[in-house]
């Protein structure tokens, strides 16, 4: 992959690229759309990959390739706007907050990132792009400067009020680990996952999502409501991480049954991330795979992000005995469920749901093999 996007490069451009970045995907163990909410992830870069190969021009503009798609574009740096190409967006949120300290550039990109399946394939554009600038221009920006400056890209230019999580996890990843982050106060730690025996499946339900189109905005809107009316009635909570499911159930009449659903699934979404950090220290596969059942059950009744379709796919996962758990991952509305099952069945496991999801849908399934892997940075 990496190979056909270097030399992608040199034909197109007819030089060879100074710098090439390699920028993950990740998966998220648990934590959705608890991130944008002050909240708390556990999300790890994977081994699926944008391959970023760039070199500085003195043009002021930015002449951009998307090998996979097989379309180009040009960004004069005096009019960077949206279009309505995604992936020029995604890029020119980058450039709009990058191009005054630099002369120009010409960049080449693919990888084998499924689009729309909630392994986070924008944050992975972004963060390799606004990588391989910093690196040509020699902006020493830091982990953090990047990630930001990606989210804001999502922000002004995909129209996706996400938050930080996705780029963090393609930032900071590192092989083998967790990232558990406190999206308040930015603070994280790794731990190192050993499975013992078991693997994690991401399956894809190939219902492609565009989060740009989805409620995902909508759901932010309302956690936002939610939680303002709880710094009403409780002066003492200025942020999520002040509310218990307890307290929740005692204000339950006073709160819209939409707005105390949403705040429902974030603080108990908030309190299965610290319970899965111990499950997977003290390696309890049954109470991980419990888990992550749990939190697909909050997705799909208390903040309505899932369809049919993974519902499915996590109902027949659990049908069989060796799967110890599933959920739907990333920004919902289709895309990937992620399961922990014993290594030895996980082909059985896989046929058997293949074709149950064919027989209902008329969908072929796609199995992506996953490792955790390291972060975003440069090849050479
Ligand atoms: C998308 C967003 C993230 C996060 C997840 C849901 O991936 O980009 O910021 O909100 O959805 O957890």
């Given at each position: ?6 030399s992608h490069f040199e034909e197109y451009f007819g030089k060879q690229a100074e710098a090439v970045i390699q ?118 920006l830091s982990k953090w400067d990047i990630a930001k400056i990606a989210q804001k890209s999502e922000h002004e ?150 369809c049919e379709e993974t519902d499915f796919l996590v109902d027949e996962l659990n049908k069989q005995g060796t ?58």
């Open positions: 992959m990496v190979e056909s996007v270097g920028s993950p995907g990740r998966i998220n163990i648990i934590g959705e759309h608890t991130d944008y909410n002050d909240g708390y992830v556990l999300p790890a870069a994977i081994d699926r990959y944008i391959y970023v190969a760039a070199s500085k021009n003195d043009d002021n503009k930015a002449r951009l390739n998307a090998v996979d798609l097989g379309e180009d574009h040009v960004t004069e740096f005096n009019s960077i706007e949206r279009t309505d190409r995604s992936w020029v967006n995604l890029i020119n949120g980058i450039l709009s907050q990058l191009s005054n300290r630099i002369g120009g550039v010409d960049l080449v990109f693919g990888g084998d990132i499924p689009l729309g399946a909630g392994v986070s394939s924008s944050a992975a554009i972004c963060c390799g792009v606004a990588t391989a600038i910093s690196e040509l221009y020699n902006l020493n230019f995909a129209l996706v009020q996400c938050g930080i999580m996705d780029q963090f996890a393609c930032m900071f990843g590192l092989t083998n680990h967790v990232l558990l982050l406190n999206c308040l106060t930015l603070e994280y730690e790794e731990s190192e996952v050993e499975l013992h025996g078991n693997r994690l499946l991401l399956i894809n339900s190939k219902v492609e999502h565009s989060l740009g189109d989805s409620d995902y905005n909508r759901r932010k809107e309302e956690s936002e409501e939610a939680i303002e009316a709880l710094k009403k009635l409780d002066d003492k909570i200025s942020s999520y991480q002040d509310v218990t499911a307890a307290h929740l159930e005692e204000v339950r009449e006073k709160l819209d049954p939409i707005l105390w659903k949403r705040a429902f699934h974030i603080v108990t979404e908030n309190e299965r991330v610290h319970e899965m950090r111990f499950a997977l220290k003290s390696k309890k596969q049954d109470q991980v795979g419990e888990l992550l059942n749990k939190s697909h059950h909050s997705l799909k009744e208390y903040y309505e992000v899932t799967v110890h758990g599933a959920r739907q991952l990333g920004g919902g509305f289709g895309g990937c469920v992620l399961a922990l099952v014993k290594d030895a069945d996980v082909y059985q496991v896989l046929k058997q749901v293949e074709i149950a999801y064919k027989k209902s849908f008329n969908i072929k399934l796609d199995n992506i093999p996953v490792k955790i892997s390291k972060g975003c940075h440069r090849i050479y």
